[in-house]
């Protein structure tokens, strides 16, 4: 779907393709370096990444939490085909190429009463020998560019945990209404418009 007519290009709408991006290194905010190649892309359920994303997901966000990709299923019904699927992608792992981090969008079905669209971001995990290198911010720069530059969506939003606030809001995002329990766990709803988006287009 095309972006909707008035609103203002967003300024991750440029080079919004896709297909993979690779890049050689990845600098981490505390100095440190990724060596070999990491690959941004959005797979399928098909894809042989799935299953790696979702052993991912489980080890890193709701093991921890006593919790299974089933009993997500069971809270959010019908929505693991409908979601969209970013993956960072180590390729040079001795082990053939991993997946070391994930997020995934879900698209509206349908537009809001005020009539915009806003797309939800979720299951934002990195392998633990992997944070601290900005491969989360990678996969939102994708996740925006998708949103906004080819969907043409209003806006994202998230249901984040406290720990994971900072992050989002040195991404520009911001916290809208009061904390409310999800999955047993304090959460707060962030946004971002997509106007005001300030990560570049991806490359």
Same mark, same amino acid.
């Not at 069971?74 to 180590?90: L, N, Y």
């Given at each position: &779907?095309?972006?909707?007519?008035?609103?203002?290009?967003?300024?991750?709408?440029?080079?919004?393709? =896709?297909? !993979?991006?690779?890049?050689? *290194? /990845?600098?981490?905010?505390?100095?440190?370096?990724?060596?070999?190649?990491?690959?941004?892309?959005?797979?399928?359920?098909?894809?042989?990444?799935?299953?790696?994303?979702? /052993?991912? @997901?489980?080890?890193?966000?709701?093991?921890?939490?006593?919790? =299974?990709?089933?009993?997500? %299923?069971?809270?959010?019904?019908?929505?693991?085909?409908?979601?969209?699927?970013? +993956? /960072? +992608?180590?390729?040079?792992?001795? %082990?053939?190429?991993? *997946? *070391? %981090?994930? %997020?995934?969008? #879900?698209?509206?079905?349908?537009?809001?009463?005020?009539?915009?669209?806003?797309?939800? *971001? &979720?299951?934002?995990?990195?392998?633990?020998? &992997?944070?601290?290198?900005?491969? /989360?911010?990678?996969? &939102?720069?994708?996740?925006?560019?998708?949103?906004?530059?080819?969907?043409? #969506?209003?806006?994202?939003?998230?249901?984040?945990?406290?720990?994971?606030?900072?992050?989002?809001? @040195? #991404?520009?995002?911001?916290?809208?209404?009061?904390?409310?329990?999800?999955?047993?766990?304090?959460?707060?709803?962030?946004? #971002?418009?997509?106007?005001? !988006?300030?990560?570049?287009?991806?490359?």
């Amino acid at each position: &779907m095309g972006k909707q007519p008035g609103k203002p290009p967003s300024r991750c709408a440029t080079k919004a393709g =896709t297909g !993979s991006r690779k890049h050689t *290194v /990845a600098a981490g905010p505390g100095g440190g370096y990724i060596s070999g190649v990491i690959r941004i892309q959005r797979i399928s359920t098909d894809d042989p990444l799935y299953q790696q994303e979702k /052993a991912l @997901r489980q080890r890193v966000l709701l093991g921890p939490l006593g919790l =299974t990709l089933e009993d997500l %299923a069971r809270e959010f019904p019908g929505v693991e085909d409908r979601f969209e699927h970013f +993956v /960072a +992608v180590k390729e040079d792992h001795p %082990a053939g190429p991993t *997946v *070391v %981090a994930c %997020a995934l969008l #879900l698209t509206p079905d349908d537009a809001a009463d005020d009539g915009t669209r806003y797309g939800k *971001v &979720m299951q934002v995990a990195t392998d633990e020998q &992997m944070q601290r290198h900005g491969l /989360a911010r990678r996969l &939102m720069v994708s996740i925006e560019a998708r949103a906004f530059g080819e969907l043409g #969506l209003d806006g994202l939003f998230c249901h984040a945990r406290g720990p994971a606030i900072p992050f989002y809001e @040195r #991404l520009g995002w911001s916290t809208v209404g009061d904390p409310f329990t999800e999955v047993g766990i304090e959460h707060r709803r962030m946004e #971002l418009q997509g106007e005001t !988006s300030t990560l570049p287009p991806p490359h």
